[in-house]
């Protein structure tokens, strides 16, 4: 009995996949909260390692969210960073994150106010959880910031994805995002 081309050519494209990449990579996940997810999502999307990013709600009540709803529900605007281990570590996100907010401010991030806008690092683990508060010593050790870190460790609750329009929302719709960005004070 004949086997179809196709078939052979796919068990074919497994065999070669198989022995190119050996053992499948297990990809990580970290979540962070800092203001606008229009603005966290580009910050992870450029460092090598990063697999995706992935904009939306967190840490509300009532389910599931939508960008009319979430605020008033208890969410912040977060975002899911999914990345290989073996190619950037946590705590390289956590330096990323950093960079990215005022934790100083209680009352939201440069032009978004608000308590849905507040920087949170969410953690997943016991591994997570140290790092992050060792990050925060850290960033409170550094003599950057005159008044406290404000910044909030919890841990990791259910995540929504935010609607299409506002995933790769810099990639869209760069001229806006540009302005708004601009406009928010995070440019400063």
Known sequence: MRKPKAFLAFSLFLLISCMSFGAETVLEKATFAGGSFWC??????????????????????????TYETYASNGYVEGVEVWYNPEKVSYSRLLEVFWSQVDPTDPGGQFGDRGPQYRSIIFYKNNRQRRLAELSKAAVKKSGRYSKSIITEILPVTDFYKAEEDHQNFYIKNPLKYKLYRTRSGRNN
């Open 40 to 65: 966290l999502e580009p910050a992870f999307d450029q460092i090598a390692g990063v697999v995706k990013v992935t904009a939306g709600y967190i840490g509300g009540m009532k389910k599931p969210p």
